[in-house]
């Protein structure tokens, strides 16, 4: 939208916050677009001073109730940042207070007559020490499908759980189906989801260099709004570069603690990784500057933590779901629906370094049976047998062993003219 577009009395305010913002290198374009919104509820309200008030915010609030609630966070924490901006050029302003709770998804509260059971469910998998964030989630939201089906008795029948996967995905199946068997191991009766086998091979997606260009530029570009904290927003960059430029796991890096990262020489020691083994990896020398810079960041806050990149709460680790769920929201920033092919995730990243390491070598000319063993112990594999796999699914890599490929000429020679008999 134009600079034109915003007409209240708070539209200079607005005007200058999107252009120091965009000052700094930010692209600020959803900013934009949600003052916006608030601009045209100021004209609304008839609203006439060049200040925000609390009254104007508790109206605003309230203008909003119909939003989710991470809409709702969204819509205030821009006019947050309007009221930070207007107290740091001299104005006496109200600045909206951050909620005690402002994550990306609603508070979690259970209500359907499952409540009982999904906490008593939830509770025992933490307790045998999984994480369970993602299942605890999808047993939320059908909780909430229950509630809104008006489920009076907590019975799991077979026509109740199909009619969820209808309007779930088959993803959450594998949770649903652990629930089943946990309500009947308290003697209730429960349908359990038959698994289903595998209709087709997983193909990795392999970004291409403009994909993780605009990629990494999108991550780079992420300013700190009601889904962050500041400290949350800076570890984004360094993280998924981890990914990509060691070909690391999601949990390996979540699970990184100070100790394990030294940031003189650049070398990560990943303990109790998949399969129960560990690995020396080594960054390379801007990465370990990047490193460092973060570390000297976070210590102006925490000056002790456990933790390399803390979550919100510094006592804990950031999670998997949320470098999942920030992969998606950098991927559609950059790329939105324009892609065909099937969607990348934060894996993604790692099956692409592997590629790109072997292409490169095979340019190179180097010997392949004598790198493979290096890769396959620096990416943690038991075998070889494991990293030729992300190659050879990998359709880039199609040219290359083309250009490349000497030896097939001689095991299935040219087809040579022979007299008609």
Same mark, same amino acid.
């Given at each position: 939208?134009? @600079?034109?577009?915003?007409?209240?009395?708070? +539209?200079? +305010?607005?005007?200058?916050?999107?252009?120091?913002?965009? &000052?700094?290198?930010?692209?600020?374009?959803? #900013?934009?677009?949600?003052?916006?919104?608030?601009?045209?509820?100021?004209?609304?309200?008839?609203?006439?001073?060049?200040?925000?008030?609390?009254?104007?915010?508790?109206?605003?609030?309230?203008?909003?109730?119909?939003?989710?609630?991470?809409?709702? !966070?969204?819509?205030?924490?821009?006019?947050?940042?309007?009221?930070?901006?207007?107290?740091?050029? #001299?104005?006496?302003?109200?600045?909206?207070?951050? $909620?005690?709770?402002?994550?990306?998804?609603?508070?979690?509260?259970?209500? !359907?007559?499952?409540? =009982?059971?999904?906490?008593?469910?939830?509770?025992?998998?933490?307790?045998?020490?999984?994480?369970?964030?993602?299942?605890?989630?999808?047993?939320?939201?059908?909780?909430?499908?229950?509630?809104?089906?008006?489920?009076?008795?907590?019975?799991?029948?077979?026509?109740?759980?199909?009619?969820?996967? &209808?309007?779930?995905? /088959?993803?959450?199946?594998?949770?649903?189906?652990?629930? +089943?068997?946990?309500?009947?191991?308290?003697?209730?009766?429960?349908?359990?989801?038959?698994?289903?086998?595998?209709?087709?091979?997983?193909?990795?997606?392999?970004?291409?260099?403009?994909?993780?260009?605009?990629?990494? $530029?999108?991550?780079? $570009?992420?300013?700190?709004?009601?889904?962050? !904290?500041?400290?949350? +927003?800076? !570890?984004? %960059?360094? /993280?998924?570069?981890?990914?990509?430029?060691? #070909? @690391?796991?999601?949990?390996?890096?979540?699970?990184?603690?100070?100790?394990?990262?030294?940031?003189?020489?650049?070398?990560?020691?990943?303990?109790?990784?998949?399969?129960?083994?560990?690995?020396?990896?080594? @960054? *390379?020398?801007?990465?370990?500057?990047?490193?460092?810079?973060?570390?000297?960041?976070?210590?102006?806050?925490?000056?002790?933590?456990?933790?390399?990149?803390?979550?919100?709460?510094?006592?804990? =680790?950031?999670?998997?779901?949320?470098?999942?769920?920030?992969?998606?929201?950098?991927?559609?920033?950059?790329?939105?629906?324009?892609?065909?092919?099937?969607?990348?995730?934060?894996?993604?990243?790692?099956?692409?370094?592997?590629?790109?390491?072997?292409?490169?070598?095979?340019?190179?000319?180097?010997?392949?049976?004598?790198?493979? =063993?290096?890769? %396959?112990?620096?990416?943690?594999?038991?075998?070889? $047998?494991?990293?030729?796999?992300?190659? *050879?699914?990998?359709?880039?890599?199609?040219?290359?062993?083309?250009?490349?490929?000497?030896?097939?000429?001689?095991?299935?020679?040219?087809?040579?003219?022979?007299?008609?008999?």
């Amino acid at each position: 939208m134009s @600079m034109n577009d915003f007409t209240s009395t708070l +539209a200079p +305010a607005i005007c200058e916050l999107i252009l120091q913002k965009r &000052a700094l290198g930010k692209r600020y374009i959803h #900013g934009e677009t949600l003052l916006g919104h608030f601009d045209r509820f100021c004209v609304e309200i008839n609203y006439s001073q060049t200040t925000l008030t609390e009254e104007l915010i508790q109206q605003w609030k309230e203008h909003n109730l119909n939003r989710k609630h991470r809409q709702q !966070s969204q819509y205030l924490t821009y006019v947050r940042q309007l009221g930070q901006y207007l107290k740091s050029v #001299g104005y006496e302003t109200y600045i909206p207070p951050t $909620e005690q709770y402002s994550g990306t998804a609603d508070p979690i509260e259970l209500n !359907s007559p499952f409540a =009982p059971y999904i906490k008593d469910f939830v509770l025992q998998k933490k307790a045998a020490g999984y994480d369970y964030q993602c299942g605890e989630r999808a047993l939320y939201r059908f909780d909430r499908f229950c509630v809104n089906l008006n489920i009076n008795e907590p019975i799991l029948s077979r026509d109740l759980t199909m009619e969820w996967l &209808a309007h779930s995905t /088959m993803s959450n199946a594998s949770c649903f189906r652990q629930f +089943a068997k946990y309500i009947i191991s308290l003697g209730e009766e429960a349908y359990i989801i038959r698994k289903t086998p595998k209709i087709r091979q997983f193909q990795p997606y392999i970004m291409t260099f403009e994909e993780l260009s605009n990629f990494f $530029e999108a991550v780079d $570009e992420f300013a700190p709004d009601y889904r962050s !904290s500041d400290r949350m +927003a800076a !570890s984004y %960059s360094i /993280m998924f570069r981890l990914y990509y430029c060691c #070909g @690391m796991r999601l949990q390996e890096v979540c699970n990184l603690k100070v100790e394990d990262v030294d940031l003189k020489s650049g070398k990560i020691l990943v303990l109790n990784s998949k399969g129960q083994k560990d690995r020396i990896v080594f @960054m *390379h020398e801007d990465l370990r500057q990047m490193c460092d810079n973060y570390d000297a960041f976070v210590k102006k806050t925490l000056l002790h933590r456990t933790w390399f990149f803390t979550a919100k709460h510094a006592d804990k =680790p950031i999670c998997k779901s949320n470098m999942t769920r920030r992969f998606h929201y950098f991927w559609d920033i950059a790329y939105g629906d324009k892609n065909t092919i099937h969607y990348p995730t934060v894996h993604s990243l790692r099956h692409t370094f592997v590629v790109n390491k072997i292409n490169s070598w095979i340019l190179e000319g180097k010997d392949m049976s004598q790198m493979l =063993p290096y890769l %396959s112990r620096y990416l943690g594999h038991k075998t070889i $047998e494991e990293t030729h796999y992300y190659y *050879h699914l990998a359709i880039t890599a199609n040219e290359i062993i083309r250009q490349k490929d000497i030896q097939s000429k001689n095991v299935i020679p040219e087809v040579m003219p022979y007299e008609e008999i």
